[in-house]
């Protein structure tokens, strides 16, 4: 593999877009935010952790997508017993899909509880009020993201069950948005000394390309100082997502930045959102459980790298 790997990712000069400073309430940090385009104004979902540790979702808005964010001054999802027992502990790292054939945005999150932490759906027409489908996927399980339309007349899901220290991305089906089965492992850890070796989960809601369906996807490896996250990106088959095209060998963005280094989890860089406009892709992502951030890349040269390492 060649020493020299392209810079794919152009850091917004300005990161931190968002920090603890600007909800207008009190809490420790927002991060790991999901992404949309909601009547051309960017939204974010973002995680915002409470002065208790419990985590709870609110709605961000910008014009530009980049600066003077109106965030709501109330969650739009917020857990607790008297939600949701499998939420007790807390709502975390929602995923935004549009489903045309439903007219309505679904939102995978992770339902966080004494149980443990499982994947969780809601549905909402206008980021006001939610319907909740409730967990879909017992834990342990999380890194949830709905493919953006149907595929053989079902729907299809990015997930990360987890069992002791396997942790694998994996697809399942359904043709209700409730009941999901068929399960199929598609991006596995690679162990040994590798960036994606200790684990893997699914970034955002995956790209429809003219190649395939882009996924950008979190890989950890464990240092004797603790674990470090970072970003790399593969290509699933277009009708068939359970056929891996491609996935690049080497990670594409790594904490770097004071703002990525330092923080509640250090050397932490983690997307649950992006936005797309033409061929660039903004990428929203928490910078060390501790601030949202933004980095662009185009998707033509994310692809292009890709071809290189088909399997």
């Not at 790292?93 to 045309?100: E, G, K, Q, W």
Request: charged share 20%.
């Amino acid at each position: 593999m060649s020493l020299m790997q392209p810079e794919l990712f152009h850091r917004y000069h300005a990161n931190p877009i968002i920090t603890s400073h600007d909800i207008p309430y009190p809490c420790n940090s927002v991060f790991n935010p999901g992404a949309a385009i909601v009547d051309g104004i960017t939204l974010l979902l973002l995680r915002v952790e409470d002065n208790e540790g419990s985590s709870h979702l609110t709605v961000a808005r910008s014009n530009d997508g980049v600066r003077d964010w109106q965030i709501e001054k109330s969650p739009l999802i917020c857990g607790g017993k008297d939600h949701n027992p499998y939420e007790e502990y807390g709502c975390e790292d929602p995923r935004l899909t549009y489903l045309a054939d439903l007219r309505s945005w679904v939102i995978a999150y992770t339902a966080y509880s004494p149980m443990g932490a499982g994947v969780a759906l809601a549905l909402t027409a206008d980021f006001e009020s939610i319907e909740r489908l409730g967990l879909v996927l017992a834990p342990s399980n999380k890194d949830a993201a709905v493919f953006p339309r149907k595929i053989g007349e079902k729907y299809w899901m990015l997930h990360r069950p987890v069992s002791g220290s396997i942790e694998h991305i994996w697809l399942t089906e359904s043709t209700d948005l409730v009941h999901w089965g068929r399960p199929w492992m598609i991006i596995g850890e690679r162990g040994g000394p590798w960036w994606d070796g200790c684990r893997v989960g699914a970034g955002g809601v995956p790209v429809e390309t003219d190649e395939g369906w882009l996924i950008l996807y979190h890989g950890v490896k464990e240092f004797p100082a603790g674990p470090k996250y970072r970003m790399g990106a593969a290509l699933l088959d277009l009708e068939n997502p359970r056929r891996i095209i491609a996935r690049l060998p080497y990670w594409i963005m790594g904490p770097r930045e004071s703002y990525e280094v330092m923080g509640d989890v250090p050397n932490v860089v983690f997307s649950c959102g992006h936005t797309q406009v033409g061929d660039e892709l903004r990428v929203y992502y928490g910078g060390a459980d501790t601030c949202v951030c933004l980095a662009t890349t185009h998707i033509s040269e994310l692809l292009d790298e890709l071809k290189k390492y088909r399997l």
